[in-house]
């Protein structure tokens, strides 16, 4: 099993330029989420899928979309990145009901730079 | 009060020693309570749950306290390999969950 896999490791981007952050999960989970960790501000949710078909904004999704193609993949979409957007964005996956949402499962991140 | 506050240290503590760290939480309502893990530059992993009687795990020991709305993780006969961050993590609801800022903990040889 390989988990949570995230593509790519690292990524530079100039403004207003875009690109779709992929994720993939073989655990058979049906939540997954997508969040950014900058210094100093801790690990923060962007968008979240309750279960397949499902999307929800988290904490800060201005400047974000996503896609839950099917039960294993989520993508994350940055249409127009801006500098503001330069952080370490990592997805997770769980399995939903009760405290086992909280037993999340982390891909290894993608490390954006937007200049 | 911030939703899930931690000291961010860093803690520098010789190896063998043990260290405590605190978190504490805002939203009374609050019922899941966990510790993640995560190591320089990798990504979060769970540590262990928080239940209300306390648990342990190994070295490890964690207790809630609702009273005072905070939990704290307890580490024994500290390693090198526990040099890491450590995340405190708090479940208002299974659709919110607040990940702390982390406290940094080095183990010095």
Known sequence: ?115 | RKEVEQDPGPFNVPEGATVAFNCTYSNSASQSFFWYRQDCRKEPKLLMSVYSSGNEDGRFTAQLNRASQYISLLIRDSKLSDSATYLCVVGPGHDKIIFGKGTRLHILP
């Open chain 1, 1 to 115: 099993n390989a988990g949570v896999t995230q593509t790519p490791k690292f990524q530079v981007l100039k403004t207003g330029q875009s690109m779709t952050l992929q994720c993939a999960q073989d655990m058979n989970h049906n939540s997954m989420y997508w969040y950014r960790q900058d210094p100093g501000m801790g690990l923060r949710l962007i968008y979240y899928s309750a279960s397949e078909g499902t999307t929800d904004k988290g904490e800060v999704p201005n400047g974000y979309n996503v896609s839950r193609l099917n039960k294993r993949e989520f993508s994350l979409r940055l249409e127009s990145a801006a500098p503001s957007q330069t952080s370490v964005y990592f997805c997770a996956s769980s399995e939903p009901g009760g405290s086992r949402s909280y037993e999340q499962y982390f891909g290894p991140g993608t490390r954006l730079t937007v200049t």
